[in-house]
């Protein structure tokens, strides 16, 4: 197990080292996300690990979290990485489908994911269980690449000899479903990333 996590934490470091080679800064850009989503409170809730570069942001920040995913051998790297580092205990891993959760209703206070909503060819259903699972008081954190950042992506991929299967993101109609929900809307942006923040107003 030792050296699969050394494998694996090798394997984070040269895409992280690959990925600059095309302008994008995997660190910096899980840092935006993370210094505009907070303040992080309560129990917490990541849907989509993929291969775990936003869980180990979260982790190395001394969160303690759960995160889920459908791919087993996606997540498995993830936690291998953070294992390697020795931050997997704070991380409780599930492998769950984001659009069927087993959580209780309100039982999150913050729900976050980044870079997984461009993979939906529908959002509604994701959208109503983390509607679901979040507490009144909580807030929700979508994070997605810009057109810039998905042109970058699908360079990167293009040059693995591998294709990034994604459908075009609308945030505008996220936006809508959320005011209709009546939360409050927040939004952020560099070149590469877009950040949608909802929560409701406590009065």
Known sequence: ???????????YLQKIKFYREFGYDIEAERNFVLDNAKPLYGDILEVGTGKGS???ALAKEGYRFTSVDASKEQQKIGY?????LGLDSQVDFKIANGENLSFSDKSFDLVISVNMIHHL????????????????????V??????EGLEVIDKIHSQQGRRHRR????????????????????????????????YHQII
């Open 54 to 56: 936003f869980t180990l």
């Open 142 to 147: 979508l994070a997605d690449f810009t057109k």
């Open 1 to 11: 197990m030792d050296n699969l996590a050394k494998q694996a934490h090798q394997e």
């Open 167 to 198: 459908e075009k993101v609308n945030f505008a109609k996220i936006e809508d479903y959320f005011r209709d929900k009546d939360f409050i809307i927040e939004r952020y942006r560099d070149k590469f990333q877009k950040i949608l923040i909802a």
């Open 121 to 140: 060819d529908r959002f509604s259903k994701i959208l109503n269980e983390f509607t679901r699972v979040l507490s009144f008081e909580g807030k929700i």
């Open 80 to 84: 291998l990485n953070l294992k390697h």
